[in-house]
């Protein structure tokens, strides 16, 4: 196996192949490991595979040579590697909202909330990102049975599946709000963008955007909106960073006068 370390990771990619001995160097015809994922892009190899379980590890492989009379033969020929936890994601600080007239506490209609996710440099979690948000349209945050709005995002083509490329909200936001006949939301809309396009190999961004207060059809009367948002990004089992917050936000035009009862993540 070859990774370019001299430390196997899980939900890396393990290159199997046979070291040339000889003239007759067998060739591999198939790999294999247990709930591994195998990949044959490369003829008679090397193969990848990849085991997202750390631990000892494993490997069989089927080799094909050549008798000196010009008969084919098989083989099979087994090794075990141990595969090293790969490093926890982390999640950046917290990107707060300015105000657009301080003296007034006034900020920039919509202000947004964001952060990312990277996975480690030298041992990344390759396993798919997960991202629950949960959102209320009172000035509290959501309870318990408040429906979750969930998607995955992998960092590995072969995890895709075609659920899971095109989302059910208006968009591609994960949460998108209901609007007014004017086009105002009524609460708060959630994005996630992977760094690389449709996969998240570079990481994700999370951004929170606020509603501003919305008028009345009919009428001059304008409406607060309080919003509530619980949302988690989730890998291998774990919690990366969860984001709490509770607002009220009124105004329109060229600013926004928000509350903001409780802003808090947990990394």
């Given at each position: 196996m070859e990774t370019g370390s001299a430390t196997?990771?899980?939900?890396?990619?393990?290159?199997?192949?046979?070291?040339?001995?000889g003239d007759n160097t067998p060739s591999i015809k198939s790999a294999s490991g247990p709930?591994?994922?195998?990949?044959?892009?490369?003829?008679?190899?090397?193969?990848?595979?990849?085991?997202?379980?750390?631990?000892?590890?494993?490997?069989?492989?089927?080799?094909?040579?050549?008798?000196?009379?010009?008969?084919?033969?098989?083989?099979?020929?087994?090794?075990?590697?141990?595969?090293?936890?790969?490093?926890?994601?982390?999640?950046?600080?917290?990107?707060?909202?300015?105000?657009?007239?301080?003296?007034?506490?006034l900020y920039k209609p919509n202000p947004t909330f964001s952060f990312t996710v990277k996975p480690d440099k030298a041992a990344p979690d390759r396993t798919p990102f997960t991202v629950k948000a949960r959102v209320s349209r009172r000035f509290k945050l959501p309870g318990k049975g408040a429906k979750a709005k969930t998607q995955v995002y992998p960092q590995r083509f072969f995890d895709f599946k075609e659920s899971n490329t095109l989302l059910k909200y208006c968009?591609?936001?994960?949460?998108?709000?209901?609007?007014?006949?004017?086009?105002?939301?009524?609460?708060?809309?959630?994005?996630?963008?992977?760094?690389?396009?449709?996969?998240?190999?570079?990481?994700?961004?999370v951004i929170a955007i606020s509603p501003s207060g919305y008028p009345a059809d009919r009428a001059l009367k304008f409406f607060q909106t309080p919003w509530g948002l619980d949302l988690q990004v989730l890998q291998s089992g774990r919690q990366i960073a969860r984001l709490r917050v509770v607002a009220r936000c009124s105004g329109g035009g060229q600013s926004s006068r928000c509350r903001f009862k409780k802003v808090h993540l947990a990394r």
């Open positions: 196997l990771y899980a939900s890396h990619t393990l290159r199997v192949e046979v070291v040339p001995q709930g591994a994922h195998f990949d044959d892009n490369s003829g008679d190899g090397p193969f990848t595979l990849v085991s997202d379980t750390p631990g000892p590890f494993p490997v069989t492989a089927v080799l094909s040579s050549f008798e000196s009379n010009g008969t084919s033969c098989s083989m099979t020929a087994s090794t075990t590697v141990q595969l090293a936890s790969p490093a926890r994601s982390k999640a950046s600080k917290l990107k707060r909202p300015h105000y657009l007239v301080p003296k007034r506490k968009r591609l936001e994960l949460v998108c709000p209901p609007h007014t006949g004017r086009g105002f939301p009524k609460g708060v809309e959630v994005d996630v963008r992977p760094h690389a396009d449709r996969i998240a190999s570079k990481g994700l961004k």
